[in-house]
């Protein structure tokens, strides 16, 4: 049975030099990699889950895989049960796309107020929120699209994340809510701290 990785072969190496490209070119914006990186995860083709070998447990609901990996870039594919929820949390030195490749997740963005961390306590306020269907991306940037709360539709969902390291290894911090004040700022707290697979 061919693996992910040979399945999408020609999609992965030109992920991988654009991912080179985006860290090495000066000029190149978070938002130009993550045009490009979307059309390119565009061509890495529908999987089965039978050609991923190795599926992690990551909370209720929720199973991961990180079927390529190397120094610059990592491709996860996550599994979400119906309703399943990934906690909201940020990301630390790294930029992503997700592509939704079956069902369909909501995307609640947050932004950091306050300049962020006092106390080990974050002061954070509600965004936006979208719908992400599938064959449709949003993006994981290091401006107000950088903490997310992802939670799937009633049918579950399956989604594509494609990482670049931008420093070292990437790391995301989730977070707890503490308390929501009558503005909607809310108090937040880090609860765990995941780093990127190597
Ligand atoms: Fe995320």
């Known amino acids: 049975m061919a ?22 070119c000066e000029g190149f914006t978070e938002q130009m990699f993550a045009d490009k990186a979307i059309e390119l995860l565009g ?21 991961y895989a990180a079927p390529y990996v190397s120094d610059r ?3 996860l594919a996550m599994f979400m049960q119906p309703g399943a929820s990934i ?6 030195g790294f930029a992503g796309v997700m592509r939704v490749i079956q069902g369909q ?14 106390n080990d306590e974050f002061n954070i306020k509600s965004g936006s929120r979208s719908l992400v269907a599938q064959g449709q991306y949003s993006a994981i940037l290091s401006d107000d699209s950088n903490i997310h709360q992802v939670t799937a539709g009633e049918r579950g969902a399956i989604f594509l994340d494609v990482y670049v390291m931008v420093e070292e ?3 995301s ?4 809510f503490l ?15 995941v780093g990127i697979p190597e």
């Open 173 to 176: 911090d989730f977070f707890e």
């Open 169 to 171: 290894r990437g790391r």
């Open 179 to 193: 308390r929501t004040e009558t503005d909607g700022q809310i108090t937040a707290r880090v609860k765990a701290s």
């Open 87 to 92: 906690d909201a949390h940020d990301h630390h």
């Open 43 to 63: 061509h890495v083709e529908a999987f089965r889950e039978s050609d991923i070998d190795e599926k992690h447990e990551f909370g209720e609901g929720l199973t």
């Open 73 to 75: 870039m990592v491709v």
């Open 3 to 24: 693996s992910f990785s040979e399945i999408n072969s020609q999609a992965l190496e030109a992920l991988e030099t654009h991912c080179n490209n985006f860290v090495e």
């Open 105 to 118: 997740v909501e995307v609640h963005n947050f932004t950091l107020i306050d300049g962020g961390c006092t």
